[in-house]
């Protein structure tokens, strides 16, 4: 049973940071992709970054609204993933899901992953 474990979320001014990790219980960690969604209220949930497996050589993506502000890494050691999130803005206030997904590439659409967290809450106060 694959389980996902996020943490990090909470409330941040305008401009300030925070980093979010997802603890997996997943044999060979390395081998999975994972990425982080998010979900605003009344909103689709999206993709914000992923980063593929060892098979495709840790690529990564960013959706462009965050690039420049966010990076994400992954601890194989640890079985973690994170997403350091910078210079947040108002509209980056949703709740964020990390998501693995033992397949090549650098996938960035919701049904490519299987499995998922339960989500950590981030508001952006103005």
């Known amino acids: 049973q694959v389980q996902l474990v996020e943490s990090g979320g909470g409330l941040v001014q305008v401009g300030g940071s925070l980093r979010l990790s997802c603890a997996a219980s997943?044999?060979?960690?390395?081998?999975?992709?994972t990425g982080w969604f998010r979900q605003a209220p009344g909103k689709e949930r999206e993709i914000v970054a992923a980063v593929s497996g060892s098979g495709s050589g840790y690529s990564t993506y960013y959706t462009d609204s965050v690039k420049g502000r966010f990076t994400i890494s992954r601890d194989n050691a640890k079985n973690t993933v994170y997403l350091q999130m910078g210079s947040l803005k108002p509209e980056d206030t949703a709740v964020y899901y990390c998501?693995?997904?033992?397949?090549?590439?650098?996938?960035?659409?919701?049904?490519?992953?299987?499995?998922w967290g339960q989500g950590t809450q981030v508001t952006v106060s103005s």
């Open positions: 998501a693995v997904d033992r397949t090549l590439g650098v996938p960035t659409r919701r049904i490519d992953y299987d499995y």
């Open positions: 997943v044999g060979t960690f390395s081998r999975y992709a």
